[in-house]
């Protein structure tokens, strides 16, 4: 069965790639182990994957967006070379209260917010309900639930640090090791999904 409806958001730094507190050169980017296979295998079961991510250093003035741009395309090149792709990169370039204009004002893209998710829900055909949100934060886990998704913590990142306020404040759904993890939880997810939807076909077909 293909899931062509079903999305993973995944956050990028600390998640995707490893935390380097605002990263602002390509050059520093760095996968963490497991996670482009995860992608990949995401990819072959038709599952649409995303990147969404705050950087409010554009907001600060450490990076411009076309600087951003260049980390994005060799992010893209980087899970290429093991067979994996995403299928956009969203990202929030505002910060609500410091910052140069105009990007110091309040948005709703910014994480816990759900604007990356809606547009990408809207611009693919995802199914927010049926989906996940992988991250490293509070503010993923709490995306991910205003959004109506099954949010997913992982241990990179500032994971650890954010465990106890996860479990305080959210219904976070799982805890991972890391997004490779994650991935194997959601394809337990996707797999009860895939027999349900078995067994109503079945039970439709003996009425006919």
């Known amino acids: 069965m293909k899931f062509e409806n079903v999305g993973i958001f995944f956050d990028r730094d600390g998640t995707v790639n490893t935390e380097v507190d605002y990263l602002t050169s390509p050059e520093e980017l ?6 482009a ?21 554009i907001a600060r003035g450490l990076i411009t967006e076309q600087d951003l741009k260049a980390i994005h395309s060799r992010l893209e090149k980087m ?4 067979g994996a792709k995403v299928d956009a990169l969203y990202y929030c370039p505002h910060h609500p209260e410091s910052g140069i204009p105009p990007y110091n004002v309040v948005c709703e893209c910014r994480k816990p ?17 049926r989906s996940f949100v992988v991250g490293d934060k509070l503010v993923d886990v709490m995306a991910g639930e205003n959004a ?22 959210t219904n976070v759904a799982h805890i991972a090791e890391n997004a490779s993890a ?26 006919r």
């Open 30 to 35: 760095e996968l963490i182990p497991g996670t």
């Open 37 to 57: 296979e995860a992608i990949r295998e995401a990819n072959q079961l038709g599952v649409k994957v995303f990147v969404i991510t705050n950087q409010s250093g």
């Open 79 to 82: 899970l290429s070379r093991h």
């Open 113 to 129: 917010g759900t604007g990356m998710l809606r547009t990408a829900a809207k611009e693919f055909g995802v199914d927010l309900s």
């Open 148 to 169: 109506g998704c099954t949010s997913i913590l992982v241990l990179t990142g500032y994971g650890v640090s954010e465990k106890e306020d996860c479990l305080k404040k």
């Open 182 to 207: 994650a991935w194997q939880f959601i394809k337990k997810q996707l797999s009860q999904i895939d027999q349900r939807s078995t067994k109503r076909h079945a039970v439709a077909g003996g009425r």
